[in-house]
């Protein structure tokens, strides 16, 4: 199965600052079948990007993604408050699916 | 709009069998491209998919080796919906599950789980 290696496990910002998140996979992965989540405590995860890049509907545009093969990166240009949150990769090139193990955005 | 509505027990006992039903509104669990996921979450584990279901022609189900040969998905066109059967569960079972929806074109464009179900919490124990 294609195991998803998120890094870091855990990202310490400020408001308004930029957050990169990477997804490496254990081998290539088809940018249409790679999407990010977010989720919050409480609450199921909500769908961010689908296709490595493409946003999902009503996503603000401060979030985007990147990456082609075996890496992928997930960017908040400016976090809002309400950004923070644990996200995760996730593809569906090949069965199983996977998850990633999640990067936490935590306020500095 | 798709939404989907999980029932089913929050409290199971060890070596029991766990299920859960997703009905679906909006849509058909027959549809050609659309597949019918379960995941569950856990704070050690995290997301954690479980398995799908989806008509291409004819029904295909696929299942995470954490649990292939303890898992069952089936669906149930007469009602739409589909359900989630998780047998001789263990303490590390507890988690809480969700129905997705995922959407596709062809066998090679994923457009991502945009659908969820509120979550059970199930939990495993004596």
């Known amino acids: 199965e294609i195991v998803l290696t998120q890094s870091p496990g855990t990202l310490s910002l400020s408001p308004g600052e930029r957050a990169t998140l990477s997804c490496r996979a254990s081998q290539s992965v088809a940018n249409t079948c790679l999407a990010w989540y977010q989720q919050k405590p409480g609450q199921a995860p909500r769908l961010l990007i689908y296709?490595?890049?493409s946003r999902a509907t009503g996503i603000p545009d401060r979030f985007s993604g990147s990456g082609s093969a075996t890496d992928f990166t997930l960017t908040i240009s400016r976090l809002e408050p309400e950004d923070f949150a644990v996200y995760y990769c996730q593809q569906s090139d090949s069965s199983p699916l996977t998850f990633g193990g999640g990067t936490k955005v935590e306020i500095k | 709009q798709v939404q989907l509505q999980q029932s089913g027990p929050g409290l199971v006992k060890p070596s029991q069998t766990l299920s859960l039903t997703c009905v679906i509104s909006g849509d058909s669990v027959s549809s050609n491209s659309v597949a019918w996921n379960w995941i569950r979450h856990s704070p050690a584990r995290g997301l954690e998919w479980l398995g799908r279901t989806y008509y291409r022609s004819k029904w295909y189900n696929e299942y995470a080796l954490s649990v292939k040969g303890r898992i069952t998905i089936n669906p149930d066109t007469s009602k739409n919906q589909f359900s989630l059967q998780l047998n001789s569960v263990t303490p590390e079972d507890t988690a809480v599950y969700y129905c997705a929806t995922e959407a596709s074109s062809g066998w090679y464009v994923s457009y991502g789980m945009d659908v969820w179900g509120q979550g059970t919490t199930v939990t495993v124990s004596s």
């Open positions: 296709g490595a890049s």
